[in-house]
């Protein structure tokens, strides 16, 4: 009985994230190395429902600005809650993972959600073919020597200069998959 009641050790700790949550065994020997990690990690990927999306963030962004800031993970400023959140939020296409890094610096710096952060700076992805869709259509309409250039093979790598000026037009909001599958169809089809 007293078995049963002891918390989990950190070696059982890691061979469950490396088979039930499919991590590298670098990660959970990363994410298991402090208790109290290992537990941001789990209520993350709970709230996230990504494991590895959950070990990527942690291990990457959130354990080098509390390296910068001198922090424990106790003290971190964004909640497991908070950065499971804006994990789901990425993988729903609600915000890119671009916006997603400039979401969480404003997480870090003002302890927002990253539903708050999203909502004041108006920074929802734009996935709606037709709006993607019109903003291609002015930049094509903008650029009509580029595009000609384009159809006639006079100059090369051109696409590139059309999706850098959707994303710029766009703000970077532009859902860049569609972007580029617009700019493909409208270009090349």
Known sequence: RMKADLPEMPIARKNRFVTE????????????AERDLAHFYEETAKVSGNFKGA?????????????????????????????????AMIDKGTISGKIAKAVFID????????????????????????????IVDEVLAANAQQVEDHKTGKKKNLFGFFVGAVMKASKGQANPELVNQILQKKLNG
Do not use: F
């Open 55 to 87: 070990s990527n963030w942690i291990m990457t962004e959130l354990l080098r600005e509390l390296n910068n800031n001198n922090l424990e993970i106790k003290d971190s400023p964004i909640s497991p809650k908070s950065l499971g959140q804006l994990i």
């Open 107 to 134: 997480m870090w710096k003002t302890k927002k959600t990253p539903e708050e952060i999203i909502k004041e700076k108006g920074l929802v992805q734009i996935s709606d073919p037709g709006a993607v869709e019109k």
């Open 21 to 32: 949550h499919g991590l590298p065994e670098y990660d959970a020997d990363v994410l298991t």
